[in-house]
């Protein structure tokens, strides 16, 4: 019984050590996540606070223009899949006599014969 609780404790201190360091695994990506948010954040604002307000303006507008023609291009494809007929491939099984009645073989001879 002593050896069990021995036991017990020795594996409960493990899984507290792998706990501990796969929370700190964690921290540490989101510390580095942070980091690549802030530094691109701070790009965008120098990148920002350079342009002109015409520039700022046209941007915005090419950007509503795009999202515009998009979300039209979206539309005409839901409409042209609403209205598709519906495809009908045989779902029925080809006999293998009819697939060797495709796959006749004719001679090379016969063809060249009737081709004269």
């Known amino acids: 019984d002593l050896r069990m609780n021995e036991q017990i404790a020795r594996d409960a201190e493990v ?17 580095k ?12 604002q ?10 700022k303006i046209k941007l915005i507008s090419d950007l509503v223009k795009y999202q515009d023609h998009y979300k039209r291009e979206q539309v005409k494809k839901q409409k ?9 491939t045989p779902t029925e ?14 001679f090379v001879e016969d063809v060249y014969v009737q081709a004269l």
């Not at 996540?33 to 965008?44: D, H, R």
């Open 15 to 31: 899984a507290r050590i792998h706990a501990e360091e796969e929370i700190q695994a964690m921290i540490d990506s989101l510390d």
């Open 80 to 88: 042209l899949s609403e209205e598709a007929p519906e495809s009908k």
């Open 93 to 106: 099984e080809v006999s293998e006599d009819k697939i060797k009645e495709m796959m006749q073989l004719v």
């Open 33 to 44: 996540s942070n980091g690549t948010v802030a530094k691109y954040l701070q790009e965008y």
């Open 46 to 55: 120098l990148f920002a606070s350079d342009l002109s307000l015409e520039k």
